[in-house]
């Protein structure tokens, strides 16, 4: 079974800043890989899907990359409204969600 | 406009069943692939199981098998999720979910449906 590894598991950092979240696969899983966003009592919201592409009506603040077993997530320069929780989803097999990374500001 | 709208909040009592439903709205249940997705209190998202177009099937993760099933009823466009043998760890909101624009991840998620299990 694939196993995926989300990092980091929470970060600070204030508005403006530059942020790079982790996803690892422990196996090859060539794009097939999408990044969300959460906020609390919220359903997920779709970011990047195919590994890089980035989903209609995103801010291109958000960017995606990587393929094979690691990927990337990276905000450009925060805004308030980003502060939220992160998770990468894999569907080369049976969907399988990161850890989950939780964004505060500092 | 494709939307996802699932059924009222529930409380359960230990070893009871919970059906969860998803209505489709602008689109046809018959050309998604539904799936579902739960996530605990303070804790991440985790995946249930769906219909796998490949094979024509629904899959379930394995933690799940003997305890869950999917259907659908075509008729009306909703889909269910029908949890047995509960127990308070299944105390979640749960989500449909699905992959509208056929990129293989969830595009289109439902508002949630958060089942309480408790004596």
């Known amino acids: 079974d694939i196993q995926m590894t989300q990092s980091p598991s929470s970060l600070s950092a204030s508005v403006g800043d530059r942020v790079t979240i982790t996803c690892r696969a422990s196996q090859g899983i060539r794009n097939d890989l999408g990044w969300y966003q959460q906020k609390p009592g919220k359903a997920p919201k779709r970011l990047i899907y195919?590994?890089?592409s980035l989903q209609s009506g995103v801010p291109s603040r958000f960017s995606g990359s990587g393929s094979g077993t690691e990927f990337t997530l990276t905000i450009s320069s925060l805004q308030p409204e980003d502060f939220a929780t992160y998770y990468c989803l894999q569907h080369n097999s049976y969907p399988l969600f990161g850890q989950g990374t939780k964004l505060e500001i500092k | 406009q494709v939307q996802l709208v699932q059924s009222g909040a529930e409380v359960k009592k230990p070893g009871a069943s919970v059906k969860v439903s998803c209505k489709v709205s602008g689109y046809t249940l018959t050309e998604l692939s539904m799936h579902w997705v739960r996530q605990a209190p303070g804790k991440g998202l985790e995946w249930m199981g769906g219909?796998?177009?490949?094979?024509?099937?629904?899959i379930y993760a394995q933690k799940f098998q003997g305890r869950v099933t999917m259907t659908e009823d075509t008729s009306t466009d909703t889909a269910y999720m029908e949890l047995s043998s509960l127990r308070s760890e299944d105390t979640a909101v749960y989500y449909c979910?699905?992959?509208?624009?056929?990129?293989?991840?969830?595009?289109?998620w439902g508002q949630g449906t958060m089942v309480t299990v408790s004596s």
């Open positions: 219909f796998d177009p490949e094979d024509g099937e629904t």
């Open positions: 195919a590994a890089s």
């Open positions: 979910a699905t992959d509208y624009d056929d990129s293989g991840a969830f595009d289109i």
